[in-house]
């Protein structure tokens, strides 16, 4: 029988594979790179070198989604070392890491079922580190209005949100006007459980969720990943090369 279910029909058209690169026209905006399930230290490493290279304009705007083993992350906030609840051994028993960052904010995790982004954007064109979280939170919620998620900012709170139910974190970083470290995207279930672990970006008055507990069926991260593409292609078009 067939599936009449809106939702679930988007769903469906949007599995597909992320373009290598999107742009306007015959313009390429950014290229797109997909480094599947990575440390989070080497992809930290990885980034800084993307950041070199673009400063050196040895490599063009690049949109890089990641899937990390488990790892809780701290930013530079002071006192974010206070916000991670388990202890040495909760922490090897359950097989999470645990690195320290220079990206803003307070301490968050990254693990199978997330969709991490990392643009590596030269900002010549905005030169505004505030606006540039804004486009990043703009291009997020747009993705996830594509399923017919009601995210959007949350007062005083970083990340988005769907009500007080945070659905990804953000996280920024920038040097000589180049970005790096970017957002988390809670898409499947499976992502949820290590957050008890934390005090997730020293938040008090809000829970944790994924596209998967809002939307009520699976989410496959790949069909996700085109979709923020051509999100990031729309919000930064005016901003890039």
Known sequence: MEDKDPLAQKAARLSR???????VGNIELFSVEDWGRIEFRTAFRKQREYVRQRIAGERPDTLIF????PVYTLGVRPG?????IWDEEQLQRRGIAVHKTNRGGDITYHGPGQLTGYPIFHLGKLRDLHAYLHL???AVIRALGEWGLGAGRREGKTGIWVEKRKIAAIGVAV????????????????????FAGIV???ITDGAVTS???ELGFPIDPESVKPVVSQAFNSVFERYLN
């Open 17 to 23: 594979k992320p373009d290598r690169a999107v742009g």
């Open 66 to 69: 990641a899937e990390h083993r």
């Open 80 to 84: 974010s070392e206070h916000h991670l």
């Open 136 to 138: 990043l939170e703009a």
């Open 175 to 194: 040097k000589s006007w180049v970005t790096y470290h970017g957002f988390a995207l809670n898409v499947t279930n499976l992502c949820l459980a290590p």
């Open 200 to 202: 997730p970006c020293g």
């Open 211 to 213: 596209m998967e507990a």
